[in-house]
């Protein structure tokens, strides 16, 4: 960022506009959270289930099938082992009271977050157009109080049943947060600073899985007494958020843009700029406007069939899937069981030191975001977690024969969070909202999330098996897709750093037009030669 940008963006800078930020990030760190609460007293709520259900406790190591956000160590294994929904033979025993039983509850336990946040993401754009993006964040937070009352209240009914529900009804909050929150978010920021305000959306979310972390450790909240606290205290953050969300202006784009409400979005405008002249971004707003109208509204299936949106779609989609097929969580599977084999008397807390280099990333890409660019930074994110993946299965595979090796993997580990944390973890949560114009921009958003939730749900669902199958190999196939998302977002990804909405989409367009004269060109050259 250039001095006058900096500038720039300290005038920008206001108490409304911080407020508002913090207010709306709040969803995101119910959702990190809500990521990480559920790991720490597997053994506890297991214990409980065992003796709700009546049956003997699995006498093996329990793991989760989770996975789930690509983002941080959501469900990494404290004592080295991963749960996960192991097949069942036909022994002809009741289920009912087979230990088996005590697995399958527990994988729903965890991965009904993931499915709630599938089925309501997709609803995002419907309910951000219909009640405005503050009224609809202050609605499904009702969802996330419901979810945590169910879930703080599990000792006294069936806890089984009470926690999967509760984490399915705070999966449903987080699908609608997660698509509801970087549209504000995006629409409230000034250009110059869209880039590092979209960032606290991934540093909200790595400091609650923190939280969540420090908070279910067994001499806190993380022992038989406490853990229905520990799963529900997210909720106070929702109420927070609800009461603080009073406090906050409509997005002002979507006053002018959707409503056509003009002095009710230059008022808001004012409030979040500050003394600045509002007429400059009213005149962009204006732009946006006259082609939103000329485009109609866009539905998800036009998303998809119209050619003028496809190759930001792809674009949209990619950099979901590569955030979460990136690795993240396979590399904190192994985390806990390297830093055992290294001799890490504790290895709960080398776990959280990795939580906490997580953070202090997440911290700096904020910085980072609006000095380097978007695309460099997703980029060499990409290229870094790529060696460390390689690295990380040198050190796996010669553990046995060279002891030392257990060091390049610790140090792999921790390169590659940071390197997450420097681009594929935070900027595919705004990234979207800034490809598209207030068209598309909905729907663009809800496909995205569902993409996301989706890629979620299938590394928390298919990870065991394969790591299983290939053991120290599996970060072979992390590596490869590292590269073929780095190639893509070489090619395919653009800059959005200090671009309006207009301007980005243009950069697409150019592209589509070299496209299509680069197949002309060849059209023509093989009917020459023909």
Known sequence: MDEKSKIQAEKHLTGTLVLSVFTAVLGFFQYGYSLGVINAPQKVIEAHYSRVLGIAPLDRHATNASGEDGTVPSM???????????????????LTTSPHILTMYWSLSVSMFAIGGMISSFTVGWIGDQLGRV?????VNVLSIAGNLLMGLAKFGPSHLLIIMGRAVTGLYCGLSSGLVPMYVSEVSPTALRGA?????QLAIVTGILISQVLGLDFLLGNDELWPLLLSLSGVAALLQFFLLLLCPESPRYLYIKLGKVEEAK??????????????????????KQEAASEKKVS??????????????IVALMVQISQQFSGINAIFYYSTN???????DQPVYATIGVGVVNTVFTVISVFLV????????FLAGLMGMLLSAVAMTVGLVLLSQFAWMSYVSMVAIFLFVIFFEVGPGPIPWFIVAELFSQGPRPAAIAVAGFCNWACNFIVGMCFQYIADLCGPYVFVIFAALLLVF???????????????????AAVFRRKKLMAKTMTELEDLRRSEEA
């Open 76 to 94: 990494q294994p404290w004592d080295g082992t991963k749960g996960t929904l192991a097949p069942v033979a036909d022994t002809g025993e009741d």
């Open 135 to 139: 009224k609809a964040m202050l609605v």
């Open 197 to 201: 305000l979209g960032t606290l959306h």
């Open 267 to 288: 008022k808001n405008l004012k409030r979040l700029r500050g003394n600045c002249d509002p007429m400059k971004e009213i005149a962009e707003m204006e732009k946006e």
């Open 300 to 313: 998800i299936r036009q998303l998809f069939t119209s050619s003028k949106y496809k190759q930001a779609v």
């Open 338 to 344: 390297i830093f055992e084999r290294a001799g890490v």
């Open 370 to 377: 609006e000095k380097a660019g978007r695309r460099s930074l």
């Open 486 to 504: 780095f190639l893509f977002a070489y090619f395919k990804v653009p800059e959005t750093k200090g671009k309006s909405f207009e301007e980005i």
